[in-house]
Every structure is written in structure tokens, then in C-alpha cells.
Nanobody, 117 residues
Framework: QVQLVESGGGLVQAGGSLRLSCAVSISISILSRNAMGWYRQAPGKQRELVAAIISSGSPNYADSVKGRFTISRDWAKNTLNLQMNSLKPEDTAVYYC?????????WGKGTLVTVSS
């Protein structure tokens, strides 16, 4: 069983920045061979991939966030992070982190990001 707890969400004005963090209950070095990622779900919309990273490969980003968001792993703190810059109102959503282990996907409960215009 893997537990994930997201933090760092909040209310920010357009153009501002937030840093999301996902605390993982087991060593992320165990998970790193599988995809680890951030997703978001806006009101009335389906959940969508924001950014993902696998092993030592290059991160993948949704086109809508390329150049503004950066996904990273902190091995010492055992967290998966998402730095979000130049935020736009359309980035408003609940953000979730997801990891996979032995064929099972684990999700956090999410953190709300609200970007005001």
C-alpha cells in the first residue's frame, strides 16, 4: 500500500507561482522505474495528465503547461514536486499525484489550485 499526500495548493493571481509537493509513504527510489506524475481535474472536466516522469527519462508535459511547469523528484525528502510558474486562470483545478507499483496505481486526495484573473 502506497500513500500519497499532496500539499502546496492555494489561491494565486494570474502570473504567479505555486509549488506542489506530494509526500510518498515509501521510498521513491522503489517507484522510480514506473511513471510518477501529476494530474489535474477542473470542474466539469475529465482528469488530465499534467506532467510525468519515468526513471531517468525526460519528463513529459501537457502542451498547455510546457515551459511553465516543471516536475521533479526530491530523493532526500521522498517527494514528487511540481513547480508551476506563469499561472493562468485555466490552470484552476484539483491537482493529484499518481504513482504505480506492481501494476497498481495509487492516487493522492488532491490539492486545490485556484488562479484568479
Amino acid at each position: 500500500q502506497v500513500q500519497l499526500v499532496e500539499s502546496g495548493g492555494g489561491l494565486v493571481q494570474a502570473g504567479g507561482s505555486l509549488r506542489l509537493s506530494c509526500a510518498v509513504s515509501i521510498s521513491i527510489s522503489i517507484l522510480s522505474r514506473n511513471a510518477m506524475g501529476w494530474y489535474r481535474q477542473a470542474p466539469g472536466k475529465q482528469r488530465e495528465l499534467v506532467a510525468a516522469i519515468i526513471s531517468s527519462g525526460s519528463p513529459n508535459y501537457a502542451d498547455s503547461v510546457k515551459g511553465r511547469f516543471t516536475i521533479s523528484r526530491d530523493w532526500a525528502k521522498n517527494t514528487l514536486n511540481l513547480q508551476m510558474n506563469s499561472l493562468k486562470p485555466e490552470d484552476t483545478a484539483v491537482y493529484y499525484c499518481k504513482v504505480g507499483l506492481y501494476g497498481t496505481d495509487y492516487w493522492g486526495k488532491g490539492t486545490l489550485v485556484t488562479v484568479s484573473s
